[in-house]
Every structure is written in structure tokens, then in C-alpha cells.
């Protein structure tokens, strides 16, 4: 059974910076990162890790300005955000996927979550 622990996330003023961290037990090289939740939308993929990635998947609408990264021996990843944006306010939530399950966009492809953690900026 796979186990994802959440730390990080809070409330920031736009143009702030915050991380989140998750660390994932009971399982190595699994796909994992970041889907986030917006009120009244759908979760969206906002950045995705594979074994064998030579860059991480990021989200259009974060690009530049999140960054991934992996602590491979303890099996956890850190999702630093800079520069956040009140259209950045949203549930985020861990997610891990068995390798080569399927799109990272797909939220059925993801078998493991977190409890999520919640971001909050303000203009």
C-alpha cells in the first residue's frame, strides 16, 4: 500500500512563495507530483515526475515559475512556488500513478492520494 504524506501549502500574498512537500511510502519509481483544485473546476495536473524524465511535466499556466524537485533517497518531492498568483488558490493534492499507467492529465490514471493541502493567495 502506498502512503503519501502532504506538508507545506498556506496563505501568501500574490508575488509570494511557498513549498510543498510529499513523501511517498511503500513504493519507489512511481510516477508522482502535484494535481491542484480550483473552486468549481476540474483537478488539473500541475507538475508530474516519471522515472526516466529528463524534465519534469508542468502545467502551462506555472511554468517558469514552479519548480520540482526530487529527493530520491528519501523518496520525496518538493514543489517550490514562486511568484503565486491569486488564480493559484486551490486544493493541491499528491498523487502517485504505477509507471506507464497513463496521461498525467488523466486524474483516473493517478491510484494514490494525499489529503490534500490547501494554497490561498491573495491580491
Known amino acids: 500500500q502506498v502512503q503519501l504524506e502532504e506538508s507545506g501549502g498556506g496563505s501568501v500574498q500574490a508575488g509570494g512563495s511557498l513549498r510543498l512537500s510529499c513523501s511517498m511510502i511503500g513504493r519507489t519509481h512511481y510516477t508522482f507530483g502535484w494535481v491542484r483544485q480550483a473552486p468549481g473546476k476540474e483537478r488539473e495536473a500541475v507538475a508530474i515526475?516519471?522515472?526516466?524524465?529528463?524534465?519534469?511535466f508542468y502545467a502551462e499556466s506555472v511554468e517558469g515559475r514552479f519548480t520540482l524537485r526530487q529527493d530520491i533517497a528519501a523518496n520525496t518531492l518538493h514543489l517550490l512556488m514562486t511568484n503565486l498568483k491569486p488564480e493559484d488558490t486551490a486544493m493541491y493534492y499528491c498523487?502517485?500513478?504505477?509507471?506507464?499507467?497513463?496521461?498525467?492529465?488523466?486524474?483516473?490514471?493517478?491510484?494514490?492520494w494525499g489529503q490534500g493541502t490547501q494554497v490561498t493567495v491573495s491580491s
Open positions: 498523487a502517485a500513478a504505477r509507471p506507464a499507467a497513463g496521461s498525467c492529465h488523466d486524474m483516473t490514471t493517478y491510484t494514490f
Open positions: 515526475i516519471s522515472r526516466g524524465d529528463i524534465r519534469p
